[in-house]
């Protein structure tokens, strides 16, 4: 039995079946009984054929490529307890089975019976939108860590438990590992977790049964509409996190109003006399604000405005989206009960994400490298106009990018287009170009840089010598953005991923230099 918070919990595919709705038959489906309670104890839900073992509940889902049921048989072979699925049991079939009418709803529901409702007994804080999640992740994070807290954080650039790393297979894992993770995070002693909740995962219903305790918008724009369709369909995904379709809506919303799409947001939840929490740079009216801005590659400055309250921010991040993200952590602190110095503290130290904005420590001249992941044409306007801030001296922003092949086509252009207004020299090369043809990708992307025309360009394929072409081009000033990988140290050519590091391609090629 369970105590009050669900704790050390002997769940049976009977509290399954309660929790997730569905019909419950087969051989075990008199689980209260003495004679059969044992067997159908389940300690852990899957969907994933290869983690099933003794006294695992497997989730059978129809995917695109693969249909699980194909793999019922060998699950149980392996020892799991049962099946849950959409479709009706078998005949032949012996073992427990639970008929849903959502699998992957069902599979969030199972995986936090099953686990106790991990986030019942943590703080947790879900942050979605297109760009800003990880970095807002990280700084929310050091914020906790400075009033105190041991911290959980899921995200895409890795998973950690306090100070346990974890290699990160999706930005949002799938609902069963997400509980998972969660129960871990609580025995290790966590008070907060902090995930980036991921638009996919909110369509797959990978958040669904988590309570969370804060919900945090941080933007919309163009990306993933091979996936959503529409804008609109993208912002419904975004949208889940907040309206309580996960299960509960959050105690609090924090929500960017500088944005359209968070105008919106917040006016919605404002109108259901849901608890909201603002945030902006230009929005004179938002709960919390930043002005007056200075940017040098070193770092920035800038007074944050919140509870009618300033201080004076200091920061070794560098550049404006930054500041979203530091408005938005600053806002989730209040959110969760720490006074705003709490986050200056943290602001001060922390250096953010990988691959964000990070520069290339090098002596081969008076110019800097920077990586950065922005791979959508907003992220590359907002990490270009932070180059062209900070170059010195009449330098120059030179540019390296591209697009991932078989994805979002529509976003080459304008990935393009803005290269091309905010570069002075744009080199266009290969990222994780899939299965597509990379001079094919190179010319769809080509014709947002002659929309603008008057800026010179290069089409290089090859990454690394595209990116060695930049460090050679460089001279004293300059700001060379190589964007789009960040901190990903893989290239997807064909069906394959090869090692590949943006960072260490620079830092031979700035070698090289010498």
């Known amino acids: 039995m369970a105590d009050a918070n669900g704790r050390n919990r ?80 078998p005949a032949e079939f012996e073992g427990a089975w639970i008929e849903v009418a959502d699998a992957r709803a069902a599979l969030a529901q199972a995986a936090a019976e099953v686990h106790g409702h991990p986030s019942r007994e943590l703080k947790l804080v879900g942050i979605t939108g297109t760009n800003g999640k990880t970095t807002t992740a990280h700084l929310l994070a050091a914020v906790c860590e400075a009033a105190g807290e041991r911290v959980a954080v899921l995200g895409t650039v890795g ?56 919900a945090v918008f941080t933007n ?43 105008v919106r947001l917040a006016a919605e939840l404002t109108a259901t006399s849901a608890r909201v929490i603002t945030f902006a740079l230009h929005g004179a009216e ?24 300033e201080t004076s921010v200091r920061s070794p991040l560098v550049g404006r989206p930054h500041i979203y993200n530091m408005l938005a952590a600053s806002a989730c602190g209040l959110a969760l009960g720490y006074d705003l110095q709490v986050a200056v503290r943290a602001f001060e130290t922390c250096a953010g994400a990988p691959g964000r904005f990070e520069r290339v420590a090098h002596d081969a001249g008076d110019f800097a490298v920077v990586v950065d992941y922005a791979h959508t044409d907003d992220a590359l306007r907002n990490v270009l106009a932070t180059a062209r801030d900070v170059v010195t001296g009449g330098g120059r922003v030179i540019t390296v990018f591209g697009c991932g092949g078989d994805r979002d086509r529509t976003k080459r252009a304008p990935m393009g287009e803005a290269a091309a207004t905010l570069s002075d020299i744009v080199i266009l090369t290969s990222d994780n170009p899939r ?31 595209a990116i060695f072409r930049a460090v050679a081009e460089a001279r004293a000033g300059d700001v060379v953005v190589i964007a789009g990988k960040g901190h990903e140290d893989y290239q997807i050519v064909g069906t394959e991923s090869v090692h590949f590091d943006d960072k260490e391609v620079a830092r031979e090629a700035l070698t090289g230099r010498k």
């Open 10 to 89: 002997n769940a049976t595919v009977e509290d399954v079946a309660r929790a997730t709705g569905g019909k419950l038959s087969g051989a075990n489906d008199t689980m209260g009984t003495n004679e059969t309670a044992g067997a159908g104890v389940v300690s852990d839900v899957t969907h994933d054929s290869r983690e099933a073992r003794g006294g695992s509940l497997f989730v059978a889902i129809q995917g695109a490529k693969f249909d699980a049921h194909d793999f019922v048989n060998q699950v149980m072979a392996q020892g799991a307890v049962g099946v849950v699925s959409e479709r009706a049991r």
């Open 159 to 214: 998973y950690r438990i306090g100070a346990e790393q974890f290699k990160a297979e999706h930005t949002t894992p799938e609902a069963s590992a997400v509980q998972r993770f969660l129960r871990r995070a609580v025995e290790a002693g966590c008070g907060v977790a902090v995930m980036e909740s991921s638009s996919q995962a909110l369509d797959l219903k990978r958040c669904d049964a988590l309570l969370y305790d804060v």
């Open 220 to 262: 919309l724009t163009q990306d993933h509409l091979d996936y959503h369709g529409t804008m609109e369909e993208y912002f419904e995904a975004k949208r889940r996190l907040f309206d309580g379709r996960l299960g509960a809506r959050p105690r609090v919303a924090v929500v960017n109003v500088d944005d359209p799409y968070g």
């Open 286 to 309: 938002a709960d919390v604000r930043a002005r007056e801005v200075e940017y040098t590659l070193e770092g920035m400055r800038f007074t944050l405005t919140a509870s009618n309250t």
């Open 435 to 465: 299965t597509e043809d990379p001079e094919a990708i190179l010319a769809d992307t080509e014709v947002g840089l002659r929309r603008v025309g008057g800026k010179p360009y290069l089409k290089i394929a090859d990454r690394r010598a």
